[in-house]
């Protein structure tokens, strides 16, 4: 990739099928939610799951970032050789391997702050085990009926809050929740209550209460404005944005500012094997297909389907050779197809590279 550094993708020196990042976007993407935060006084802990990538990663840091959040203590693992001082992983974490990697971590680092979610006695009792000199500081998870992980009344979470007060190996920092699946802005109103309610509940100083996905920050700055807590927002799809998924439901749909997609793919036609049919050289393996198809920037263009190595498309005119561009919906499942991806300027020209660890 340094070979090409200053070329355009267009000058011969980079196979396609290949995904690109915009420069511009996604500097603009990390500065709008870096003031987004800034602006309802949240603290920000975009999650890395989305990218896994130290050159993103140093970009949200660089903005003002909390820290970074992970799906993962692998992931954890990763950050933390990005230079992330501050680690959330965003889930209950069993793992034996893993937590004496983030307790060895801890004993080996003072100035390292990790924190993770807790759901149950039995989890804060794994937790406990595996803890080192340092206890695992944990959020207590509420969760919310036919939703993820965490507990699913205030009751079941006050044990839970109970249990993690009286266990050497831990030490509650506060409550924690996911409001991305819900259907709409009242029931993330009413689980927000819920959310806050908790926090009531839970006897330390300055606790955090962290949320977040992509699609409800607005309400989250609405609504828990002047919380006592200290509010950690998690949302991580936003840094590349999309033409899909996202782009549909994304908060600035409602406010003001804009996120902006940032990744695009370049394949060439292969076949034209019947009339108004074609066969592109991009497939599972290239684009992300779970939450709807490659979005085609070419007018007349329509995706039919994906196969592992090829997308089949109706449009009348293309020719084997011809090169086309597509968005892409969902960036979770984008970045971890590509462990290197060229970074561009407006005029498709190669200003740096973005790597990801998978």
Not at 20 to 43: I, K, P, Q, S, Y
Not at 118 to 131: K, P, Y
Not at 135 to 149: I, Y
Request: charge should be negative; include cysteine; glycine fraction near 10%.
């Amino acid at each position: 990739m340094p070979a090409i550094l200053g070329q355009s993708i267009f000058d011969g020196g980079i196979a396609f099928p290949v995904m690109v990042a915009h420069r511009d976007a996604l500097e603009h993407n990390v500065a709008t939610m870096a003031a987004f935060a800034r602006d309802h006084g949240l603290e920000f802990a975009p999650h890395a799951k989305t990218h896994l990538s130290p050159e993103i990663a140093a970009m949200q840091l660089a903005a003002g970032a909390w820290g970074l959040t992970v799906a993962t203590l692998r992931q954890a693992e990763t950050v933390r050789g990005f230079g992330a001082r501050r680690v959330l992983v965003a889930n209950q974490v069993v793992d034996p391997a893993g937590l004496a990697w983030a307790a060895a971590e801890l004993e080996r680092d003072p100035d390292f702050e990790f924190l993770c979610f807790a759901d149950s006695v039995a989890g804060l009792d794994i937790l406990a085990r595996h803890a080192g000199a340092r206890p695992f500081r944990v959020l207590a998870e509420l969760g919310h009926a036919g939703g993820r992980a965490g507990c699913r009344t205030l009751e079941e979470l006050l044990e839970v809050v109970a249990h993690a007060q009286a266990t050497p190996g831990v030490e509650l920092a506060g409550v924690a929740g996911y409001e991305g699946g819900l259907k709409d802005a009242a029931q993330v109103r009413t689980y927000l209550f819920a959310l806050q309610d908790a926090v009531e509940h839970v006897r330390v100083r300055t606790p955090v209460l962290s949320v977040g996905g992509s699609q409800w920050f607005d309400v989250i700055g609405r609504e828990l404005a002047g919380s006592r807590a200290r509010v950690l927002l998690r949302s991580g799809a936003y840094v590349s944005h999309d033409d899909g998924f996202y782009r549909e439901r994304t908060p600035f749909n409602r406010i003001d500012g804009e996120l902006r997609p940032a990744l695009e793919v370049w394949a060439h036609v292969l076949s034209t094997p019947e009339p108004g049919l074609a066969i592109v050289g991009m497939g599972k393996r290239d684009a992300p297909y779970d939450e709807g198809l490659p979005i085609p920037r070419r007018d007349g263009v329509t995706v039919l389907k994906m196969q592992d190595q090829h997308t089949v498309v109706r449009a009348e005119g293309l020719r084997p050779g011809d090169l086309l561009a597509f968005g892409i919906s969902h960036p979770c499942t984008a970045f971890d197809k590509w462990r290197v991806l060229p970074l561009v300027d407006q005029d498709y020209r190669v200003v740096g590279t973005i790597h990801t660890y998978f």
